[in-house]
């Protein structure tokens, strides 16, 4: 078969292309096109991360300035062991310029680590920073040993954004400070459930107390223990990271129980409204961060779509509400855009990654520049933050759900839809 | 006060691990056939109902007797043209059957109804509590308990007071003999695999009320069927019923300790068990 990398092997060999000795003329202005490689959990647990993949991809390829690119897709089939695969795969034989990844980091890491140990540059998003930049050294444990990366960057918030996220959505009631916390034994409920570096510490500063029960199993049929602790503490907030089906049923016990929290604010279980609409009416007033929604006030540089264009268009094309990852899947391609087009020559993954660390650019999620702000010192290189607000979903007559902006004070050009309500 | 709720809820629990658990009790009970697919086969009984309820606008419970017979159907059929040609001296070929059986299912209901997590919708009674003075339980689990046991005492009937459930126990004692009596074994079989399919649909209904599912839950609900089943006793119905509250309770109570203690509570009890009666509680033959 002939790649283009063939020609221009034999070409230059064989000096047939004397004529056009140029070969190190910006990439964009050449025939060829611009090899992208994405790894996306397209089926598997993880799959509603890439629902909106085909919408995205297509939008971008359809833009002007995606003319001049291709895009290779692969599976990743929810699995960690064959994102890395693929990612080797789109390395070595699809001959990729840029890798682009996102969806948890059950999926950016492996993609990431593998583009770092073979050079390729990789833009990764969609997954809080910690884990991804921590979750990929060599002793997560030492930080004294960690090390900046020369190919992998993301962008994405971190836990110290959930933690005032959530704060400034309780502050706006009144409560008594007393949190239950539900804290999964896996990579998130570890995390966040830490005594020293997970969100117990912060809460504490700002003068709320943190029951925290235990680590428990994903998929567990009860949760009499931790609804006893709760009102034990007279507790009237519930947080957490909790997986969609044991939220259903920790919170349907919750109820039959007599335990009525005044806020139920958790990340994951909460994220697609498939989810919130399977609880049904007690779905109502659920709170939760929020990444990028409808009412974002960012646009599109690649179809100067706003944020609800996208949103909209989605539903349009799909039929299905939009979730959160659907802009941040769009910014992939923007940013992909953005730095090739700064770049001499596409082929050169030392120039590309220099460019993406030059990034400075207004995206659909937000400003992308890596240049530390708000992060430490060692991972100040390779990732950079994205906005983070807290939202409450609010139910509709015809049973499906609103994600309301309930409070912006972190991200104060993200305009609110209306104030936090406490649970009835 | 919270010791009395713990041990309370753990019963309940118990229940639903033993709705989980008969149909897989009945079909091993009957057949010595080890049905890898069970859990699958009750997430495809949930997703059953829910296109019910979805397409009809029926009550849950109303679609689940929809159900049923097209539940009894599909195990009947299955077991004509699938599992009985497994059966035989040798126990692997049926346990490799179910498992190939339990990957296709998943995969099929991944195509059909995708990653999405669903749930079927039973409106107030999801959240209604009732307060019997010293605890607070919930309808729902009070039901799927309620249920549980009608489940056990009309397949008790069955076996010991029907014409059906004589071919049954025949069978189970010794297939050749019981040919040999005008039994058709084949037949018995898939009739047991039916009936069992009606339990499962009962399972599906409460378990896809309590929960969202999605097409890849089904395995992880089988292990504490299996562990119900064995410490009650093979093939003892009522032994299910109390291996699935022994399970039940040890968990609750180990959560009350500790939340990380809670599964493994469950599987400390039926190690336990299995070490001072290791035939099970209530074993109801000797084979």
């Given amino acids: ?424 | 006060m919270i010791g009395v709720d713990t041990i309370v809820q753990g019963v309940l629990l118990g229940g639903l691990y033993a709705l989980f658990a008969a149909g897989l009790s009945l079909v091993f009970g009957i057949m010595r056939l080890v049905n890898l697919a069970h859990g699958d086969l009750i997430v495809m009984g949930a997703y059953l109902i829910l296109i019910l309820v979805t397409l009809s606008g029926l009550n849950p419970f109303l679609a689940a007797l929809v159900a049923a017979p097209l539940m009894f159907g599909l195990g009947w059929g299955l077991q004509r043209l699938v599992l009985n040609r497994t059966l035989g001296k040798d126990i692997l070929p049926p346990l490799l059957v179910t498992f190939g059986l339990s990957i296709a299912l998943q995969n099929a209901l991944l195509e059909g109804f995708s990653a999405d997590s669903r749930k079927i919708s039973a409106g107030g009674l999801e959240t209604a509590s009732a307060d019997l003075g010293i605890v607070t339980v919930g309808v729902m689990p009070l039901l799927t308990f309620a249920s549980a046991i009608a489940v056990i005492v009309g397949l008790n009937a069955l076996f010991y007071r029907t014409a059906l459930g004589r071919a049954f126990r025949a069978v189970s004692d010794d297939p050749v003999t019981a040919s040999l009596m005008g039994i058709r074994p084949a037949h018995v079989f898939a009739m047991a695999t039916g009936v069992a399919m009606l339990v499962v649909t009962v399972a599906a209904l409460y378990f896809g009320m309590r929960a969202n599912f999605d097409p890849a839950i089904g395995p992880a609900r089988l292990i504490y069927a299996f562990e119900a089943v064995i410490i009650g006793g093979l093939g003892s119905l009522w032994g299910t019923l109390a291996g699935g509250i022994i399970i039940g309770v040890a968990q609750t109570v180990g959560a009350a300790v500790n939340p990380e203690w809670q599964i493994l509570a469950g599987h400390v009890a039926f190690l336990l068990v299995l070490l001072v009666r290791p035939r099970g509680l209530f074993p109801r033959a000797v084979d």
Avoid at chain 1, 87 to 103: G, P, Q
Avoid at chain 1, 272 to 280: D, N
Avoid at chain 1, 308 to 316: E, R, V
Avoid at chain 1, 381 to 398: E, I, M, S
Wanted: aromatic share 10%.
């Fill in chain 1, 1 to 424: 078969m002939l790649t283009r990398r063939r020609f221009l092997h034999t070409s230059a060999a064989t000096g047939l292309t004397l004529a056009s000795s140029h070969l190190a003329a910006p990439a964009l202005a050449q025939g060829a096109k611009i090899r992208l490689g994405y790894v996306s959990p397209q089926s598997g647990p993880l799959a509603g991360f890439a629902e909106s993949d085909a919408y995205n991809i297509k939008a971008f390829l359809a833009s002007e300035a995606g003319a001049n690119f291709e895009v290779i897709v692969k599976d990743s089939q929810s699995n960690p062991n064959r994102a890395a695969e693929v990612a080797k795969e789109l390395i070595i034989d699809d001959e990729i310029n840029l890798m682009l990844v996102a969806s948890t980091p059950e999926n950016t890491n492996p993609v990431a680590t593998t583009c770092e140990a073979e050079g390729m540059p990789v833009i990764s998003t969609a997954a809080p920073w910690q884990p991804w930049f921590i979750g990929q050294q060599g002793n997560p444990g030492d930080p004294a040993s960690w090390k900046p990366f020369d190919f992998a960057f993301h962008y994405f918030w971190g836990l110290e954004d959930v933690i005032a996220v959530f704060l400034n959505m309780w502050n706006q009631l009144d409560t008594n400070k007393s949190i239950g916390g539900l804290f999964p034994n896996d990579a998130d409920g570890n995390a966040w459930g830490d005594p020293n570096v997970g969100v117990g510490p912060g809460f504490a500063a700002a003068g709320y107390t943190l029951n925290d029960p235990g680590r428990y199993q994903n998929l567990t049929d009860d949760f009499t223990a931790q609804i006893n602790a709760f009102k034990a503490a007279n507790a009237q907030i519930v947080t957490g990271v909790v997986i969609p089906p044991d939220f259903t049923t920790f919170w349907n016990q919750a109820k039959q129980q007599g335990f009525a929290p005044k806020a139920a604010t958790v990340a994951k279980a909460i994220l697609f409204p498939q989810s919130v609409e399977a609880l049904g009416e007690a779905g109502h007033n659920l709170s939760s961060e929020v990444w990028w929604s409808n009412t974002h006030p960012f646009a599109s540089s690649l179809t100067g779509q706003s944020a609800a264009d996208l949103a909209a268009g989605f539903t349009a094309e799909t039929g299905r509400p939009w979730t959160q990852p659907i802009g941040f899947i769009h910014s992939l391609f923007q940013m992909a855009t953005n730095v090739m087009g700064r770049v001499d020559d596409a082929a050169d993954p030392e120039a590309v990654a220099a460019a993406i660390a030059a990034t400075d650019m207004d995206t659909i999620v937000g400003k992308v520049a890596f240049n530390g702000a708000g992060l430490p010192p060692f991972a100040a290189a390779n990732v950079c933050k994205t906005p983070l607000v807290g939202g409450q979903w609010r139910r509709k007559a015809d049973g499906t759900f609103d994600l309301v902006v309930v409070d912006n004070q972190t991200a104060p050009m993200i305009p609110t839809g209306g104030v936090m309500e406490a649970l009835a």
